[in-house]
């Protein structure tokens, strides 16, 4: 691999939405996706949902970019890791020898699972691949008990796919409640109260002190036998070349809103990189979900051929509890007042407002057929950085499209 071109580093979403968006930008050079999977790019967030309670062993859902490099003439180099990054030379050092160089390099290298740092924590099983789903797989089923640690998005979903398979889960957390960052305790006391009428259980308040295989011990003296422990306590951004090749690294790859590095021909985008956004008082965020990974890939596939324009995407994720689903937009922890508005059927959808009265974040929790209208209108609000009129959001009678028009 000799030939000067555009690399990317990591063949997840991000990696082939940015290829694609650099043949769409008018770039005919070549192009290179260096992968450490087997596979080409394919989706994650099923994941945790309908892979794992598949009746065998699934195939990978590949995104829709991967389906289209051999037209594009894309080249994806699956099973490569790389050693180094040499940047005065431009070129990429590969741990099995030989280098290939570039002319733009885009870092898109994601985020590996965190493993519990406790005695006994490599038994602890994680899941970010399509390998993990099956290594979890046969631990999830009739009268199994399925021990998580961490309560977030990835612990719940995981949790709701053992109750379909006919295991329970208990789900010890180290705050006094659920998603702390992402929703209000209003939403996050409605997704505890779904599980528990599922049968799972909570500790709270709790921490994993040692782990003996398949049973916990935590910080309050409790043991808790189960037939497998699960770690989903977050990931952490893959940061390790680019910290070695000098390039500045906060909680990720840090970027301007152009999603340009410290080094002009180096860009980062997706769950390893800290972005500036001009919608979020410019504080470098990682944001993590499939839909930012997309959003920022194609961002960054287009800044390295075009002018470069910054980051306006709102980010936002979903998440599926049983038959209910958790909608999230904008950054809601920016915000300091919270409005409710009601959309009948026991379903909430939450609008928070910055000091100045603007919005910045919103969440839903319900059914998505009564909250997915006024998700996409609060996306649209987000994005033009309004600084909406309290009432009107908080009357269910009252059309959130009124305020697009304002």
């Known amino acids: 691999m000799t030939t000067s071109g555009m690399v990317i580093i990591g063949a997840g979403e991000a990696g082939g ?34 892979a794992i309670t598949a009746e065998t062993m699934p195939d990978t859902r590949l995104s829709a970019e991967a389906g289209r490099f051999e037209d594009l003439e894309i080249d994806h180099v699956a099973d490569t890791r790389v ?17 290939i160089g570039y002319e733009r390099l885009l870092l898109a290298t994601g985020a590996q699972a965190r493993p519990l740092s406790v005695e006994g924590g490599e038994y602890a099983l994680t899941l970010r691949s399509q390998e993990d789903v099956w290594a979890l797989r046969r631990f999830f089923g009739p009268g199994r008990h399925v021990l998580i640690v961490g309560g977030g998005l990835i612990g719940l979903e ?16 180290s705050q006094d409640r659920l998603l702390a960052r992402s929703v209000r305790p209003d939403i996050a006391r409605r997704i505890e109260r779904t599980h528990l009428e599922h049968g799972n259980r909570f500790r709270f308040n709790a921490g ?14 409790e043991r808790i036998d189960g037939d497998i422990v699960v770690a989903a306590i ?27 590095t410290s080094d002009p021909d180096i860009f980062a985008c997706g769950d390893c990189a800290a972005t500036v956004h001009r919608l979020f008082s410019g504080t470098p ?34 998440s599926d509890q049983y038959d209910r689903q958790l909608q999230v937009a904008g950054l809601p922890f920016l915000g300091e007042t919270v409005v409710e508005r009601s959309l009948g059927a026991d379903t909430s959808l939450y609008f928070y407002l910055s000091g100045d009265g603007t919005l910045v974040g919103a969440a839903a929790f319900g059914r998505m057929r009564l909250l997915a209208k006024d998700m996409l209108i609060s996306q649209r609000l987000i994005a033009g950085a309004i600084r909406p009129d309290v009432a009107l959001l908080a009357a269910p009678d009252r059309r959130l499209k009124t305020l697009l028009a304002a």
């Open 17 to 50: 939405c940015a290829a694609v968006a650099m043949r769409e930008a008018g770039w005919d050079g070549p192009i290179t996706i260096l992968g450490d999977e087997r596979h080409p790019p394919y989706e994650r967030p099923p994941l945790s949902k309908a």
């Open 83 to 99: 050693a180094r990054i040499d940047r005065s030379s431009k070129r990429i050092h590969i741990r099995d020898g030989g280098t």
């Open 158 to 173: 995981l949790a709701a796919s053992a109750n379909g398979l006919g295991a329970t889960a208990t789900i010890i957390e």
């Open 208 to 221: 994993v002190e040692l782990v003996e295989r398949t049973r916990v011990i935590l910080n309050t003296g």
């Open 234 to 260: 977050g990931a952490k951004p893959d940061v390790a070349l680019a910290g070695a090749a000098g390039l500045t690294v906060t909680d990720g790859v840090l970027t301007d809103e152009c999603l340009r």
């Open 285 to 318: 965020q990682r944001m993590e979900s499939w839909q930012v990974a997309r959003d920022q890939g194609a961002l960054a596939g287009r800044n390295m051929v075009l002018p470069p324009e910054p980051q306006s995407a709102v980010p936002w994720f979903w």
